[in-house]
């Protein structure tokens, strides 16, 4: 017999914690056993809960903060203090706008491709009909955005009398703009939620765009606002509206100027 001839041992389970096993192992017979994945489970579960633990106050306003007086660190509750009134003056110096624009054609240029370097800058061209419900509903909406994002300018006219001849049947018409360009438009809210389309909607439109940041604590607060029903006093959160309608951020074609 040929001693040199490689030796079939029977091996049950190569990973198995067996005294055999160790045995071949020892010889090189089956290769090392791979380290187990738990204690690196085990350390990012641990890191995880740490650093939610840590940002547990993002989020919140200052006078959510007060109300945790009792709760937290005096010392780590008023470094997030000072974290939100400083970014509450960013947002004062940024704040610039802060209501809805009538816009007339001839400063259209000016006052929206122009402005758009500075801001980012939302049209909304109205039906000239008083029997369009869903033109109605974004005026109301567009009031409350203007209110609550002074950072973004919302402007707002009649389509008719922006392009001659464009038809009622396409309003509400949306065109957002940033640094000159239309970044995206929507043409009647079927893509939204119809006549029932919210704050919350156009807010997420704007979040997929970068035009409002994800987390920001206005965005935070209508979170904790809304009642059981998913809506508060604009009509439904912006994850509401990521629920009943996932919203395409891609740009879309445009002939607009």
């Known amino acids: 017999m040929d001693m040199n001839l490689p030796v079939n041992v029977p091996v049950d389970d190569p990973n198995a914690d067996t005294e055999w096993n160790d045995i071949l192992r020892r010889h090189k017979i089956i290769p090392e056993k791979p380290p187990s994945p738990t204690p690196l489970i085990e350390e990012a579960l641990t890191q995880a809960r740490q650093l939610a633990h840590e940002n547990r106050l993002e989020g919140k306003d200052l006078e959510e903060l007060d109300e945790l007086e009792d709760d937290e660190d005096e010392a780590f509750l008023d470094s997030y203090r000072q974290k939100r009134m400083q970014e509450m003056k960013v947002l004062e110096?940024?704040?610039v706008y802060g209501r809805v624009f009538p816009v007339q054609k001839v400063e259209y240029s000016r006052e929206v491709t122009e402005e758009s370097s500075k801001a980012w800058v939302c049209v909304l061209l109205t039906s000239s009909s008083?029997?369009?419900v869903e033109s109605q509903?974004?005026?109301e909406?567009?009031?409350?955005?203007?209110?609550?994002?002074g950072e973004v300018k919302f402007c707002q006219?009649?389509?008719d009398l922006c392009i001659e001849g464009y038809p009622d049947r396409n309003t509400p018409t949306v065109l957002m703009y940033q640094?000159?360009?239309?970044?995206?438009?929507i043409v009647t809210l079927k893509e939204l939620g119809g006549d029932r389309t919210s704050v919350g909607d156009v807010e997420a439109v704007l979040v997929g765009l970068g035009a409002i940041k994800h987390g920001d604590t206005r965005l935070a607060k209508k979170e904790r606002n809304v009642d059981g029903n998913?809506?508060?006093k604009t009509g439904g959160s912006i994850r509401q509206s990521g629920r009943r309608k996932r919203v395409d951020d891609e740009d879309g074609d445009s002939d607009w100027e």
């Open 179 to 185: 640094a000159g360009e239309i970044r995206r438009q």
């Open 137 to 139: 509903r974004l005026v």
């Open 93 to 95: 110096r940024k704040s």
């Open 141 to 149: 909406v567009w009031r409350e955005l203007a209110a609550t994002w």
């Open 230 to 232: 998913g809506e508060g």
């Open 130 to 132: 008083g029997m369009n």
């Open 157 to 159: 006219m009649r389509a």
